[in-house]
């Protein structure tokens, strides 16, 4: 065998360095990764969901719920969108808040956020009240069940009040708005019931002034309103033929003999009683053996004179009330209770009056009456209180504090109520940003607390601070769901 002679090299011509077979060999890999790189880059591409080339990656920091797949202005407080924390959107998508509300009475499956029809049915969804773990609050279902992370029983749930929606707000969103919470406690409730009132005379002492027979005035000794008389007093003195005839027939009787006479006189003093005329009066006809030509109208009771129709010269019959009286040593104090608590109070309750005309003046009373109908009018109930041997005054006015029994209640500041006039709420904190209006009912206030008497328990953490911003929020995420 022949070997072939190597090509000779020429003169000053240097040998290639070691290793450039080798380089070269690692280039065209290089090349060949890279090429095939490029193609799985194509076919991901070509294979990827278009959705996701849209998917937010900017939101407002302000309103979370407004998001973009590209940089913008918020449409609501014209921010600028910020990037999306990659953290906090794997977080919200793991904890979704629970689904509110609304779902149809045929088609339980077709639920809402908010009210509408069924799209199979079209009748109206009804507030679905839905069932949530007490332990984990995120675990919900429209049906009873258990939860699957405790296995306690799921625990029904009132709907979300109207126009309002569940939240979801990082820490920097809450504490940008100031949100504080408190915690829904027992107390120690003692409700006071505080009521205007007027005192009045008392209608026992009352009393009306008639003649008992007719006849014409002819003299009148109390003839104004307000003043104070005292019992047997002279009102005023008027003529009556009917008693004028009485007292002559007395007088005639008198002149009878034997026992006819004395029965006749007997019956015509006894008539004259009748008639209204003075024992003492009728003595002094006797003695004087001349009728009186008028007889006086004496006071029946002592009190003041409240009412007066006795004019001098009128002709006056038995029907007409000539006077009215009312008793100065006892009182009535009227107070206007508010209709809404007008089952709260009893007979024989007690209660504390006060006068702001007096400061100095306090009186403890009990209960009288609670008058059975209430003022349509003023929305009140009347409750009487009687006050004796008093130096007030009729026409004064008054309040009255009733003070009802201690109990135990669960309570809430009045900052975390929400009253919207046709519903009262609060929001609950269930911790993790996660907040829920729920509605809440409310009974007495003590102080800076309110007592709930359905809606919260003890326990429960609610917002105590800038409610209103968080409701505000509610609602325009509620508007903007629908």
């Known amino acids: 065998m022949t070997d072939t002679p190597h090509e000779p090299m020429h003169e000053g011509e240097e040998a290639p360095p070691r290793g450039v077979a080798i380089l070269a060999v690692v280039r065209w890999l290089l090349l060949a990764g890279a090429f095939a790189a490029a193609c799985a880059a194509w076919w991901s591409y070509a294979h990827a969901d278009p959705s996701l080339a849209h998917a937010p990656r900017y939101q407002c920091p302000m309103h979370p719920q407004i998001t973009a797949a590209d940089p913008g202005e918020c449409p609501i407080c014209h921010m600028n969108l910020e990037p999306i924390d990659p953290a906090r959107a794997h977080h919200s998508a793991d904890h979704t808040p629970p689904v509110a509300g609304y779902s149809c009475p045929m088609h339980p499956d077709q639920t809402s956020l908010s009210p509408g029809t069924c799209p199979i049915c079209n009748m109206d969804l009804e507030p679905a009240p839905g069932y949530r773990c007490p332990m984990h609050p995120d675990q919900t279902s429209l049906s009873p069940g258990t ?103 007395l007088l005639a009787a008198r002149g009878w003999s034997g026992g006819a006479g004395s029965n006749a006189q007997a019956a015509a003093r006894q008539r004259l009683e009748l008639l209204g005329m003075p024992a003492p009066a009728i003595d002094r006809v006797l003695a004087t053996g001349k009728p009186a030509r008028t007889i006086a109208l004496e006071s029946p009771s002592a009190g003041v004179v409240v009412a007066r129709t006795a004019v001098l010269g009128a002709y006056v019959t038995p029907e007409t009330p000539l006077y009215e009286l009312r008793s100065k040593s006892r009182l009535y104090v009227i107070a206007e ?72 209640v669960v309570a809430v500041p009045r900052d975390a109520l929400v009253a919207t006039g046709t519903a009262t709420y609060v929001f609950l904190d269930h911790g993790d940003g996660h907040l829920e209006p729920r509605t809440v009912t409310t009974g007495e206030t003590s102080g800076e607390l309110v007592e709930i008497i359905k809606g919260v328990d003890s326990g429960d953490r609610v917002v105590a601070g800038a409610t209103f911003l968080v409701d505000a929020e509610s609602r325009l995420r509620a508007a903007l769901v629908e």
């Open 337 to 408: 209770v508010p209709a809404h608590h007008g089952a709260s109070i009893h007979k024989n309750d007690p209660a504390t009056l006060t006068l702001a005309a007096r400061p100095s003046f306090s009186k403890n009373l009990s209960v009288d009456l609670v008058y059975p109908e209430l003022d349509p009018a003023a929305r009140t109930f009347r409750v009487r209180l009687t006050l004796d041997d008093s130096d007030l005054h009729a026409g004064e006015y008054a309040t009255v504090t009733f003070n009802q029994s201690p109990r135990r």
């Open 147 to 249: 939860c699957p992370i405790c296995k306690m029983d799921l625990e029904p749930v009132a709907p979300l009040p109207q126009g309002t929606s569940q939240l979801r707000l990082g820490l920097d969103r809450l504490q940008s708005i100031g949100v504080r919470t408190a915690d829904a406690r027992l107390i120690e409730l003692t409700p006071t019931i505080r009521a205007p009132a007027i005192l009045q005379l008392a209608e026992e002492g009352a009393a009306q002034v008639h003649a008992r027979a007719a006849g014409f005035i002819e003299k009148i000794a109390v003839s104004e309103t307000g003043v104070t008389v005292h019992r047997g007093q002279r009102l005023l003195d008027f003529y009556s033929p009917e008693i004028y005839q009485a007292q002559t027939e």
